[in-house]
T-cell receptor
């Protein structure tokens, strides 16, 4: 079945370090891919998305490129801040006739130290 | 406005209580979702409503009863819950395309439920 695999955390970085969180997927067809972020005590926020191969999603300095040949959607940011500390979820969307279903990876906790 | 609101923010209930969680969105979305999230885990889908009709039930126990009274509101009625049902309950909404494909989901802040 369809699935998403993320690198395990926690990931601890110093402020201004480069961030990569790996995400690979297994899916039939052409899923859409998403990164969601969850700050402590909050719900999930959509960070970025890509709907087809070679699309690059970007938001708030974060980027991810939909790579069909490697079935990957790695999240990157050039210079992290303490405020980026959160849990990051990679997800793919399965499409049903009556509504989409998100399949999430296990989440990667990021901690950024000053 | 991409806001989904949920009430209450926190809820503590005994195993014999009946309570309800509420979710509201005003984005014109016609698909709404309930998820359950345990600590340090990804959300798990419970129910999907599309055009106010239940379209997906992920084999959720009957002590959870969803209701979609109109296109903006989604309720989750709780009865005779178990301590293991303690979790963060998230509501989400999305558009539904004319072909049936859906768009990105927007999540509410969640209700933190504790069953004693």
């Amino acid at each position: 079945g369809d699935s998403v695999t993320q690198m395990e955390g926690p990931v601890t970085l110093s402020e201004e370090a480069f961030l990569t969180i790996n995400c690979t997927y297994t899916a039939t067809g052409y899923p859409s891919l998403f990164w969601y972020v969850q700050y402590p005590g909050e719900g999930l926020q959509l960070l970025l998305k890509a709907t087809k191969a070679d699309d690059k999603g970007s938001n708030k300095g974060f980027e991810a490129t939909y790579r069909k040949e490697t079935t990957s959607f790695h999240l990157e940011k050039g210079s992290v801040q303490v405020s980026d500390s959160a849990v990051y979820f990679c997800a793919l969307r399965k499409v049903y006739n009556q509504g989409g279903k998100l399949i999430f990876g296990q989440g990667t906790e990021l901690s950024v130290k000053p | 406005d991409t806001e989904v609101t949920q009430t209450p923010k926190h809820l503590v209930m005994g195993m014999t209580n009946k309570k309800s969680l509420k979710c509201e969105q005003h984005m014109g979305h016609r698909a709404m979702y309930w998820y359950k999230q345990k600590a340090k885990k990804p959300p798990e889908l419970m129910f999907v409503y599309s055009y106010e009709k239940l379209s997906i039930n992920e084999s959720v126990p009957s002590r959870f009863s969803p209701e979609c009274p109109n296109s903006s509101l989604l309720n989750l009625h709780l009865h005779a819950l178990q301590p293991e049902d303690s979790a963060l309950y998230l509501c989400a909404s999305s558009q539904v395309g004319t072909s049936g494909s859906s768009y990105e989901q927007y999540f509410g802040p969640g209700t933190r439920l504790t069953v004693t």
